[in-house]
């Protein structure tokens, strides 16, 4: 009977100490794969914060330097039309602000610059 104990206790050694053939080599290589993209992932990570961290230490004197430039470019002188608050009654000066001309140009100056304030403004245009 000992022979019978001993080989029924060999067959349940055997069962858990084989293991399919492949089984660990396809786990290592998940292990492996998952190990290479956690690396990949945290090296993105710190190259993204060391990035922004470079950029906010430039962003101080850029900040000043925009913002001085910002100050020294009015809105106005973008535009060369009058962007001025309009009177009860149009003056002769608001009307040469508004078409861009001297208050003493002569009519064909004056005509001139209405046809073109007129071309630039219709709804038909384009």
């Known amino acids: 009977m000992e022979g019978a104990g001993a080989s029924s206790e060999g067959l349940r050694y055997a069962e858990y100490a084989r293991a399919p053939a492949g089984a660990g080599t396809g786990q290592a290589e998940l292990d492996r794969g998952l190990a290479r993209t956690m690396i990949a992932v945290g090296l993105g990570i710190a190259t993204v914060a060391f990035a922004g961290r470079y950029a906010f230490h430039l962003w ?6 925009i913002a001085e430039t910002a100050k020294r470019i009015s809105t106005s002188s973008l535009s060369s039309y009058y962007k001025g608050g309009f009177e009860q009654k149009m003056s002769r000066r608001e009307a040469s602000l508004i078409l861009g001309v001297s208050p003493s140009a002569g009519k064909t100056k004056i005509k001139t610059a209405h046809r073109k304030i007129m071309i630039l403004n219709h709804p038909d245009k384009g």
């Open 60 to 65: 101080k004197p850029l900040e000043q330097t």
